[in-house]
């Protein structure tokens, strides 16, 4: 009966071990950037720009396969 519960506490010691290194293994969480929708905005009226520029490329090549 002794050498059972010897067993568990020798289990809850490496148990805790593990657990404590892990979590100190792990990387700090990154900050997130806060963009503004002026920010937003603009990235999306520059992706559409180019997608009308691509856009315009294809039609003046038709022979071009899609």
Same mark, same amino acid.
């Given at each position: 009966?002794?050498?059972?519960?010897?067993?568990?506490?020798?289990?809850?010691?490496?148990?805790?071990?593990?657990? &404590?290194?892990?979590?100190? $293994?792990? !990387?700090?969480? =990154?900050?997130?950037?806060?963009?503004?929708?002026?920010?937003?905005? &603009?990235?999306?009226?520059? $992706?559409? !720009?180019?997608? =009308?520029?691509?856009?315009?490329?294809?039609?003046?090549?038709?022979?071009?396969?899609?």
């Amino acid at each position: 009966m002794r050498n059972q519960f010897r067993m568990m506490g020798a289990g809850m010691v490496m148990t805790s071990l593990l657990l &404590g290194l892990g979590g100190c $293994a792990s !990387e700090a969480p =990154k900050s997130t950037s806060t963009m503004t929708p002026e920010q937003v905005r &603009g990235h999306a009226d520059k $992706a559409f !720009e180019k997608l =009308k520029m691509e856009e315009q490329g294809r039609s003046a090549d038709p022979a071009m396969p899609r």
